[in-house]
């Protein structure tokens, strides 16, 4: 199908404001496609009901704004990234009403993906499919989301890793899925992050859980576990709370 704003074959900086794009529903339409981000901004467009992604970053973020940005009504992801995030300030953007996820990501690695909003989506709120190296992801929000909050999909790892202040609420509206998961954690900062009324666990570390810090998270009302886990810990967990949850506030094993 044709897409809406069509940017592929180039580096691409400079500034994308202001734009509408809407009802591009052929298939495999997009709203905006880009080939990579070098810097600029990227803000306040909007794109609507297109038949495929709202927004599609083919390549690598590595620096700019992008940012106040809207999806809605798209078949398949609000804004899907199939580079790497190195760079770049992403903030204050919305996805809503998605038919899969409303954040996709392929690798992190920099950059800052913070204040962004995830709600009613058909899939995950923001996913994360490939290892989160670096950069901080932070006062992020997914409600409503069909499945999860938060999939951390692969390894998050890297002492500048930041994972800070997210909400995850009411999500799994049509599967039982977690606030947060994590396939496995080797080094970063996982802290005051909040898992409530989620219809499986607040905070499943699915897999090793071998270095970084896990600290001051809050996991309440959840229909399952507050914090579940697979495996031992090597890394730290401190000042974590939970209440009110199914099962168990903590089955993390020791």
Same mark, same amino acid.
Do not use: E, H, Q, Y
């Given at each position: 199908g044709d897409d809406g704003v069509d940017l592929d074959g180039a580096m691409l900086s400079g500034t994308i404001t202001d734009n509408v794009v809407?009802? /591009?529903?052929? =298939?495999?339409? *997009?709203?905006?496609v880009l080939d990579s981000w070098t810097g600029g901004t990227i803000s306040r467009n909007t794109a609507s009901g297109n038949g495929?992604?709202?927004?599609l970053i083919l390549g690598d973020i590595t620096g700019g704004t992008i940012s106040g940005n809207t999806a809605s009504n798209n078949v398949?992801? /609000?804004?899907? =990234?199939?580079? *790497?995030?190195s760079g770049a300030m992403m903030s204050g953007n919305t996805a809503s009403g998605i038919g899969l996820d409303g954040f996709g990501f392929n690798t992190v690695s920099g950059g800052t993906?913070?204040?962004n909003t995830a709600s009613g989506n058909g899939g995950d709120g923001f996913f994360f499919n490939g290892d989160v190296t670096g950069g901080v992801i932070s006062d992020n929000l997914a409600n409503t989301n069909d499945f999860g909050g938060f999939f951390f999909d692969a390894t998050v790892s890297g002492a500048n890793t930041m994972i800070t202040g997210n909400t995850a609420s009411g999500n799994g509206v049509f599967f039982a899925s977690d606030g947060f998961f994590f396939n496995q954690i080797?080094?970063?900062?996982?802290d005051s992050n909040t898992a409530v009324m989620n219809p499986d666990d607040g905070f499943d570390l699915n897999g090793a859980f071998n270095g970084g810090t896990f600290s001051n998270n809050v996991s309440n009302n959840n229909v399952d576990d507050g914090y579940a886990g697979t495996?031992?810990?090597?890394?730290?967990?401190?000042?974590?709370?939970?209440?009110?949850?199914?099962?168990?506030?903590?089955?993390?094993?020791?």
């Open positions: 809407m009802g /591009g529903t052929s =298939v495999g339409s *997009d709203g905006f495929n992604n709202g927004f398949n992801t /609000g804004l899907l =990234v199939l580079g *790497d995030v993906i913070s204040g080797d080094d970063g900062l996982i495996a031992g810990a090597a890394g730290t967990r401190t000042n974590n709370t939970a209440n009110g949850n199914g099962g168990n506030d903590d089955d993390f094993p020791p």
